[in-house]
């Protein structure tokens, strides 16, 4: 049974969000796909050379080493080694955490004030309720352009 604060969550897959995408921008699903899938391979091989990653407004992956510890196995209550571990840390970009903070307006009725995007600008979203941030115009098919990070 759901409590107050428990958010009801979808589970939303590579395929749905490529369908999503190709939808919205018009182009052919297997492009889409190839454009993704060529993303997320950058994304695990710099990450696999220890690089950061940034992205504005979105978040920053990093790589991070778990120290070494002494854990306890819960039924015998022996001590274990637990060895170092490299893992992978998120820390979301603020358009991110406005994007979840709304998620506690859901169920408690409070509000999110979206804070300035720049010095004298306020964050909010535009008619089909995408922040102007992660959304960009559509290149038309004669002058594409690319768009930086």
Not at 117 to 141: I, L, M, Q, Y
């Amino acid at each position: 049974m759901a409590t107050d604060n428990e958010i009801k969550s979808k589970t939303v897959t590579k395929k749905e969000l490529i369908d999503r995408i190709a939808d919205e921008t018009g182009e052919k699903r297997v492009t889409v796909k190839k454009i993704v899938q060529s993303f997320l391979d950058e994304v695990v091989n710099d990450l696999g050379e220890g690089n950061r990653l940034e992205f504005r407004d979105f978040g920053v992956f990093e790589v991070r080493e778990r120290r070494a510890r002494i854990a306890q196995n819960p039924k015998t209550l022996e001590r274990v080694e637990v060895p170092s571990k490299w893992s992978v840390k998120f820390k979301a970009g603020r358009l991110m955490r406005i994007a979840t903070e709304k998620l506690g307006g859901m169920t408690s009725g409070a509000t999110v004030e979206a804070k300035p995007a720049g010095r004298n600008s306020a964050v909010t979203p535009n008619h089909d309720g995408h922040h102007a941030a992660f959304t960009e115009a559509k290149p038309s098919a004669t002058a594409r352009t690319n768009i930086g990070s």
